[in-house]
């Protein structure tokens, strides 16, 4: 593994961007920051990289990766896109929004990043990842940069622990802005439906497009293979929910609550998201039996948090990947 700093102002950014662009041009792996997690990103045209992302993190092939575009132009070249779906990406994009779409059947993107679905996830990422795809000037694949089922990283530390010795170049771009993963969205019956809570909420959605909006939870009619109930898992057993910390746990807490870590002092739900995955990670090698969550209030990003979170506590022998 190869770690180079990956920050757009710095004199050695193009030098940066050159050589990763060179190794996805061979079918070599690049681990890029974006403004959710950290993402583990080959050439989705070509089939033997895009198998060998499936390969390092373990991930079970019926589960489909997301691509991501640095415009919609390049995203509209790939999937069918309406007059909402348009409104959304420009919108929204770059930034964390990932829009479910019918597959063009000329899109050169390789089967096997979509799981043979008839349907593709597009994303427009921010920042230093939007400029490495501009540059490559193709689509990537790529997951969250962790092993499968396991805690999405969001910092280059955090990617270096799951991948160490392992023959990819990580862009040490430092720590994750919003910290979650983000939102996905698909249409059904003229209807957006949320496969997945993140920053962006069902009500800017709504406001966005006029369209009523599916919330988190509720059924949504979507083939989504990922989305399974244990994901996200830490080692120890996490307990939801918790005023008091049981006997030899750690806790974590929010606002007031005492605990050896803290999401939020201010109980700011946006710092709680950008600090989640860090402190789950943190609290998971102190090496106690558990870890109790503070309780999380259930609105804005609290509900991307506690969706997280619920999937973390799943019971592990559902844990089938990711
Ligand atoms: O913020 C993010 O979205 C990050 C960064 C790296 O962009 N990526 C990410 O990827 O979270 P991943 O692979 O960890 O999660 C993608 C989710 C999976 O649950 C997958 O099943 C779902 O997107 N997905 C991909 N294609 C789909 C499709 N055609 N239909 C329904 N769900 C799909
Ligand atoms: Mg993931």
Not at 161 to 178: A, H, K, P, R, Y
Not at 189 to 196: A, E, F, H, Q
Not at 284 to 301: A, F, R, T, Y
Request: glycine share 10%; hydrophobic share 40%; net charge negative.
């Amino acid at each position: 593994m190869q770690t180079l700093k990956f920050f757009p102002d710095t004199p050695e950014f193009d030098a940066v961007l050159a050589q990763s662009v060179e190794q996805l041009g061979v079918g070599g792996l690049v681990a890029v920051p974006t403004e959710t997690v950290y993402g583990l990103a080959a050439d989705a045209s070509n089939g033997l990289a895009v198998a060998s992302v499936f390969e390092m993190k373990g991930r079970p092939q019926f589960n489909p990766l997301i691509v991501h575009v640095s415009n919609l132009e390049m995203a509209e070249a790939i999937g069918i896109f309406d007059d909402k779906f348009r409104m959304l990406a420009e919108r929204f994009w770059p930034g964390p929004l990932t829009l479910i779409v019918e597959k063009k059947p000329s899109a050169k993107i390789h089967d096997l990043v979509s799981a043979n679905l008839p349907t593709i996830a597009l994303r427009c990422p921010r920042g230093g990842a939007q400029k490495l795809i501009a540059a490559f000037g193709r689509p990537l694949a790529a997951p969250s940069a962790n092993r499968s089922g396991k805690v999405s990283p969001t910092s280059a530390a955090h990617v270096a622990t799951e991948f160490s010795g392992e023959d990819i170049v990580l862009l040490d771009g430092g720590e994750c802005e919003v910290g979650i993963e983000s939102t996905i969205v698909g249409m059904l019956d003229g209807k957006i439906r949320i496969l997945r809570p993140g920053l962006i909420s069902a009500e800017e959605l709504s406001n966005c497009t006029g369209l009523e909006v599916s919330k988190a939870g509720e059924k949504t009619g979507i083939i989504a293979p990922g989305m399974m109930q244990s994901h996200y898992a830490p080692r120890s057993k996490l307990i939801l929910d918790c005023l008091q910390p049981e006997n030899n746990a750690a806790m974590l807490a929010l606002g007031a609550a005492e605990g050896h870590l803290n999401l939020s002092r201010t109980g700011d739900l946006r710092e709680a998201a950008s600090n989640l995955y860090r402190h789950i990670r943190e609290l998971d090698q102190m090496g106690k039996d558990s870890i109790c969550v503070s309780p999380i209030p259930h609105e804005g990003l609290g509900i991307a948090i506690n969706d997280r979170l619920a999937r973390a506590a799943a019971p592990r022998e559902r844990v089938k990947g990711e």
